[in-house]
């Protein structure tokens, strides 16, 4: 075996390496390192014990991938990462706040309390598992599910789901074969609704805000949704397309959109709707609060632009009519 400068093994070198700095006791022992050895580092400061039986080879505040590696190693070589922590270990991007280890466990085994690490159990955990991922992971599809379930709210629900979609990391019709396997998966309708929905192009939560609240439940006509179009700046794709009336609407939420760069291609891209001849109307968050307000422009830019039928009042208290839409000469109004 080779050897460091200071006598240590090199392969146990290149594992704590491989993991972060984190190591256990039964891993160092293979290494002919013994509890006294331990015990006479942490002494001295030059490792320190995170869990028991866990330790690492530095001191000071812990790196997120540290802690991870040193939960996984305190709790088992039969436990996955779940979650959000397995969704940062794949590297998808999101509003990742759970900032615990998040582990899943077999049914049948237990585990003492650690701190920061959360401990979920499976009854079939083997089969929710990637192959090749060490330390072991769930697939990423179940990942996704397990967190988009657990977020109290819809749009944070659909924000895991679609934005995993919109980076490419997976598809709508992957997530859903996925969720038929999840049977007991709190939320499975909601979760199936919002991955329908992206089935249909929709890729944001506003989009999908948009297309029930607005489109569908005042009946609009069934729009495109991410059209590509090729304009002298290039390749763009418009969030909401009605081709037959070259009317656009565009859905921009607060994120993303603040930055000069995103707001130079946004103008970009509707000025480039504008020059083809298409009208282009801009909605942000106020169409989650005000989806009758919405409906009532988008029926009146495409009344404008040659739809003959007639939106539909979703509620009593709806501000759209419909009796004198285009009929006899006279504009739809709203009833206010």
């Known amino acids: ?119 979920s159990r499976h009854r079939d955990l083997a089969s929710l598992l990637h192959g090749s991922r060490e330390p072991r992971m769930v697939r990423l599809d179940v990942a996704l599910l397990v967190t988009a379930s657990a977020d109290p709210d819809v749009a944070g629900r659909a924000a895991v789901l679609l934005d995993a979609c919109r980076q490419r990391r997976t598809t709508p019709a992957r997530l859903l074969a996925e969720l ?46 991410q059209v590509r179009a090729s304009t002298t700046a290039g390749v763009v794709y418009r969030d909401v397309e009605y081709p037959s009336y070259g009317v656009v609407v565009e859905l921009d939420g607060q994120a993303g959109h603040a930055d000069s760069i995103s707001r130079w291609r946004d103008m970009t891209r509707d000025n480039a709707a504008a020059t083809s001849g298409k009208l282009t109307l801009r909605f942000g968050y106020q169409l989650v609060s005000q989806p009758c307000e919405t409906a009532f422009q988008v029926a009146a830019a495409l009344h404008y632009r040659g739809w003959r039928g007639s939106p539909r009042p979703c509620s009593p208290t709806c501000l759209v009519v419909t009796p004198s839409f285009h009929r006899g000469g006279e504009d739809f109004i709203p009833n206010r």
């Open 180 to 225: 038929d396997s999840f049977t007991q998966l709190p939320g499975r309708r909601m979760l199936r609704q919002i991955l329908g929905d992206a089935a249909e192009g929709v890729h944001s939560f506003l989009e999908q805000a948009y297309l029930r609240r607005v489109e569908r439940a005042h009946g609009l006509p069934k729009a495109g949704r």
């Open 1 to 119: 075996m080779g050897r460091t400068t200071d006598g240590e093994v090199a392969e146990f070198v290149e594992l704590r390496r491989r993991q972060a700095g984190a190591f256990s006791r039964a891993q160092a022992k293979a290494h002919r390192i013994t509890d006294k050895v331990l015990q006479r580092r942490c002494r001295a400061r030059q490792i320190q014990r995170v869990h028991s039986g866990v330790y690492v080879d530095f001191t000071g505040p812990l790196p997120w991938e540290t802690r991870m590696w040193a939960a996984w190693l305190a709790c088992g070589p039969e436990t996955a990462l779940t979650g959000e922590t397995a969704l940062r270990r794949y590297g998808v991007t999101g509003d990742w706040r759970d900032d615990r280890i998040q582990l899943a466990l077999p049914h049948s085994r237990r585990v003492d309390p650690r701190p920061g690490v959360a401990i």
